[in-house]
């Protein structure tokens, strides 16, 4: 899909600055406020397919294993293993208060620092048989006494980002009981300009930013972009 659009070239460098590095946003969990299952997860165990635009599950997918002592996965993205490691989960929880439901913070084997991949799931806790992943960070670390992660841009995403199913269960339609659900975010696809440069906006589920790719010639720029409640203003 291909859109025309006006924007400016210092907008985009501005956004795309600003989104060097982002606060952790809870993605660790605060002791009062969140769950980590960090020994064992038996509900996260199985193959998880990533769907595709007709919610058909596809040759990518992660393999995990929730057994105690032992949580480790393994990702394929079109049947072909990408990376596998150790991971761990920290639930947050749903509701008007909560910007998301949990977390897979995924150490890839061969790396020093977490993948954070932040989702969202209608029921965690009883019948968790689908999530989709909202955003993707890498956490690295301290700076300044506050945690800080890199958000994967565009180019950058380690795992495909959007709903998965777990083996043998069917799609079903989210409720998105979460705080920014009703957040407007630009439709995904490419906005082309009549002189040739190009915006590529690309968001899963609504979220305080999404993801946006600028491309003029050789040139490309990458960072997240938020909109003002007006919808007029990125």
């Avoid at 990533?50 to 049947?79: A, C, I, Q, R, W």
């Avoid at 639930?91 to 991949?117: A, H, I, M, P, Q």
Wanted: aromatic letters at 16%; glycine letters at 10%; proline letters at 3%.
């Amino acid at each position: 899909m291909k859109n025309k659009f006006a924007l400016s070239i210092c907008f985009v460098a501005a956004v795309a600055l600003s989104f060097t590095g982002c606060d952790f946003l809870g993605s660790i969990g605060k002791k009062d406020d969140a769950k980590t299952y960090d020994k064992e997860l038996p509900s996260s165990s199985g193959k998880w397919y990533f769907l595709d635009g007709e919610k058909n599950p596809t040759d990518t997918y992660f393999s995990f294993n929730g057994e105690e002592g032992n949580m480790t996965f393994v990702y394929y993205e079109g049947g072909e293993k990408v990376s596998d490691g150790g991971y761990r989960v920290v639930y947050k929880g749903n509701g008007s208060e909560s910007t998301y439901t949990f977390s897979w913070c995924l150490k890839r084997d061969g790396e020093e620092k977490e993948d954070v991949v932040i989702c969202y799931a209608d029921d965690f806790e009883t019948d968790f048989t689908q999530f989709t992943v909202m955003q993707e960070e890498k956490n690295i670390g301290f700076v300044d006494a506050r945690p800080r992660t890199h958000v994967y841009r565009i180019s950058e995403l380690p795992y495909k980002m959007g709903t998965y199913v777990k083996e043998g269960e069917k799609f079903k339609t989210e409720k998105d009981d979460y705080k920014y659900a009703e957040k407007y975010c630009i439709p995904n696809g490419v906005y082309v300009s009549s002189t040739g440069e190009s915006m590529t906006f690309f968001a899963t589920k609504p979220r305080t930013y999404h993801l946006f790719s600028y491309r003029n010639g050789e040139e490309t720029i990458e960072g997240g972009y938020t909109v003002a409640t007006d919808k007029k203003t990125i």
